[in-house]
T-cell receptor, first 114, second 120 residues
Framework: AQSVTQPDIHITVSEGASLELRCNYS??????LFWYVQSPGQGLQLLLK??????LVQGIKGFEAEFKRSQSSFNLRKPSVHWSDAAEYFC????????????FGSGTRLSIRP | SQTIHQWPATLVQPVGSPLSLECTVE??????LYWYRQAAGRGLQLLFY??????ISSEVPQNLSASRPQDRQFILSSKKLLLSDSGFYLC???????????????????FGAGSRLTVL
């Protein structure tokens, strides 16, 4: 069955520090991959997506993610976090064979230390 | 431009009562439509999705059902609510696309504001 794992429930980083949020999926072939962010009191917003091509994708707000087929991972990174990045981050996956079915991970809550 | 409306925003219902949450999309045709439930620590759980009128795929074998009576309307229902149905329900839509491997493709989801359901 298709599944998405975000192993870190809660991460705290200092403002200005680098960030990496992990996402792993269980699906043999290359899937469609997404990262969404849910800020306090706001709806879910797309940060970036990967469908094909260059495995390093750039998103909004200075985020990037790298697709690694060998590790079945799509980790989200940011070189220097800002206090406004405090939010919940969700990785999502869809299989090529049933691409309308989009599955989300359990999320990682990011807190920023001043 | 496209907009998505979801209501009611907040709902408090007794156990055993029925449920109806409604979602409509404006400014697009034949969207893919989704219902997700968000519970603390469990992320977004896909409940139902639809690629067209009368085409509903169910991911959750519980006492919830979904219907798509019109192209841009998606309704989540229950005949008898359980305590475990409490949560934050999100409707979403996407533009249907052709898949890279044929068939349907995946696309960016646009979410509604959500409906918070408390079952007492």
């Amino acid at each position: 069955a298709q599944s998405v794992t975000q192993p870190d429930i809660h991460i705290t980083v200092s403002e200005g520090a680098s960030l990496e949020l992990r996402c792993n999926y269980s699906y043999g072939a290359t899937p469609y991959l997404f990262w969404y962010v849910q800020s306090p009191g706001q709806g879910l917003q797309l940060l970036l997506k990967y469908f094909s091509g260059d495995t390093l994708v750039q998103g909004i707000k200075g985020f990037e993610a790298e697709f690694k087929r060998s590790q079945s991972s799509f980790n989200l990174r940011k070189p220097s976090v800002h206090w406004s990045d405090a939010a919940e981050y969700f990785c999502a996956v869809a299989r090529y064979s049933s691409a309308s079915k989009i599955i989300f991970g359990s999320g990682t809550r990011l807190s920023i230390r001043p | 431009s496209q907009t998505i409306h979801q209501w009611p925003a907040t709902l408090v219902q007794p156990v055993g009562s029925p449920l109806s949450l409604e979602c409509t999309v404006e400014g697009t045709s034949n969207p893919n439509l989704y219902w997700y439930r968000q519970a603390a620590g469990r992320g977004l759980q896909l409940l139902f999705y639809s690629v067209g009128i009368g085409q509903i795929s169910s991911e959750v074998p519980q006492n919830l059902s979904a219907s798509r009576p019109q192209d841009r309307q998606f309704i989540l229902s229950s005949k008898k609510l359980l305590l475990s149905d409490s949560g934050f329900y999100l409707c979403a839509w996407s533009v249907p696309t052709l898949g890279l491997a044929g068939g349907y493709g995946a696309n960016v989801l646009t979410f509604g504001a959500g409906s918070r359901l408390t079952v007492l």
